[in-house]
Every structure is written in C-alpha cells, then in structure tokens.
C-alpha cells in the first residue's frame, strides 16, 4: 500500500525522507553538543558522569582491561590515519571514486582539526585514576569523534556502493558497534568523562553529515539534477 502511494507522488519520496531525517538527527546532535557545553561552561555536574563511571569501576577486571586497550587503540589518531591513507588508496586506484576521496579525506582530517580546537576552547582536564597514560584536554573525547567520522564516512560509503543488502546491514551493525565500544573504552579506561564521548559523538555526528551532504550534493550536480525531482516516467 506504501509503495503505491509512494508511485503516485510527482517525486521519489525516500531521498526527501533522508533529507529530512538528516536535518532532523544534525538539529538533535548539534543541540545536545551545545546542552552539554553550556553546563561545562557553567561548570554544571553531570551526574549521569558519576553513575557510568562508578558502574564501569565495578565491572573491572584484568582481562576486560586487556581488550579495552585493543579496542581503544581502533579510535586512535595513528590508527585512523593509517586507516584513512588505505582506504582513499583503495577508493582513488581502485574505485575510482575521487570525490569520495576528497570527501573522506575533508571529513577525518578536518574532523581532527576542530576536535583539537574544540579541546582548547574548552579546556577541560581529564579524569584521575586513568588505567592508561593520556596527554591534553579531555572534552569533547577525539577518540569519540574521530571514530565516528571515520567508520561513519565508511559506512555511507559502504551503503551507497553495490554490495548486497544483507552484507551492508551487516558491515554497518559492525562499524556501529565499533563506534560504540571505542567510546564505552575510553570511559573504562578512565581517560575520558561518558559527557565527554556523548560530545564528541554529538558533534562528529554533526560533522558527519555536513561532509556526506556535501558528497551528495556533488553526486546530484553531476547529474544535473536533484535527486528528489528526478523520476523516470512511463514512455
């Protein structure tokens, strides 16, 4: 029944609802990012910071400490560019796809520019008691952000290639997944406040779709059209 109400609209109504729905989770992010910032500034307790971290304290063990080392080095600066000169070799030699390139590109490392200026406007001074050694301010969390960005772009790339469906349900339940456990071990570890993950994944998420709606944006220039008003009609 949807799908044939959907063929009787002037215009395709899925790209509208990825606008929309765009629009709607930068408003959401961009709006918990300044909430959270407004409460630091004011120097606010986040008392959901105390509950996570006394939970994470309880549930540590050595062995558990172990693989939240491994997994935090997944969102580290020099894995992620590692990661990025890979995956834009594969994309430029082997895709072709020099606009995704650029975009990927602009994306982390213009994402790693303003969480370094973010960190210095804010200033704010990691947790005591950290299970590793972490050097200069802690909000929002660059591991959070950065993670985001990186196995975020990959995921959008990954869903607009030509794989099956199936496969791209799994790699995107898999690039969220990791995303998640990287921000959940920096809480672990101890260097980072769980306010700080929720801002750097509010305002990589910002990040994220102003890169990937400038990408897209280039795609519906290519072809001469938006592609909400583009359908092909019956001969």
């Known amino acids: 029944m949807l799908r044939e109400l959907a063929k009787k609209l002037p215009f395709p109504i899925l790209p509208l609802i990825y606008i929309i729905s765009g629009l709607g989770l930068s408003f959401l992010s961009l709006n918990v990012f300044f909430e959270l910032s407004e409460d630091l500034m ?135 997944s990791t995303i998640l456990l990287i921000g959940f071990s920096r809480v672990y570890l101890g260097v980072h406040y769980p306010s700080d993950i929720a801002a750097g994944f509010s305002a990589g998420t910002v990040w994220l779709l102003l890169c990937v709606g400038g990408r897209e944006s280039i795609r519906a220039y290519q072809k001469r059209t938006l592609p909400f008003f583009k359908r092909k009609h019956p001969q």
Not at 80 to 99: D, M
Not at 106 to 134: M, Q, T, Y
């Open 42 to 176: 004011e120097n606010e307790v986040f008392e959901f910071d105390q509950v996570i971290i006394q939970y994470v304290t309880d549930i540590r063990s050595d062995t558990l400490t172990e693989v939240m080392k491994v997994i935090t080095f997944f969102g580290s600066k020099n894995i992620l560019t590692l990661l990025l000169v890979g995956s834009l070799i594969w994309l430029i030699a082997k895709r072709k796809n020099y606009w995704g390139a650029i975009f990927y590109l602009i994306a982390v490392a213009g994402g790693g520019l303003l969480n370094l200026g973010l960190k210095h406007w804010f200033g704010r001074i990691r947790p005591e008691d950290s299970l590793i050694v972490e050097q200069g301010f802690s909000y929002p969390s660059g591991h959070a952000m950065g993670s985001l960005i990186y196995y975020g772009f990959l995921g959008y790339l990954v869903v607009r290639s030509r794989r099956g469906k199936p496969l791209k349900i799994l790699l995107t339940i898999a690039f969220i």
